[in-house]
């Protein structure tokens, strides 16, 4: 698996670097500056990311 077809969900500075490695990031209730390197950025409830990844397996280069 390349790193770019991989999603990387956290939320503080410690996941910066797996945000840097990775196609796509998601932010949930962020802390500090890792909104600068998260693709996406949602708040509240991690349930918020599915509608995210839905969109994502309806990508033709992505197979779940």
Request: aromatic residues 4%; hydrophobic residues 45%.
């Amino acid at each position: 698996i390349s790193p770019k077809d991989v999603l990387a969900i956290g939320n503080s500075m410690g996941d910066r670097r797996i945000f840097e490695l990775v196609g796509m990031s998601i932010a949930v209730n962020p802390v500090g500056e890792i909104k600068k390197y998260a693709t996406r950025i949602i708040y509240e409830d991690l349930r918020n990311a599915i509608p995210i990844i839905k969109e994502l397996t309806e990508m033709p280069h992505i197979h779940l």
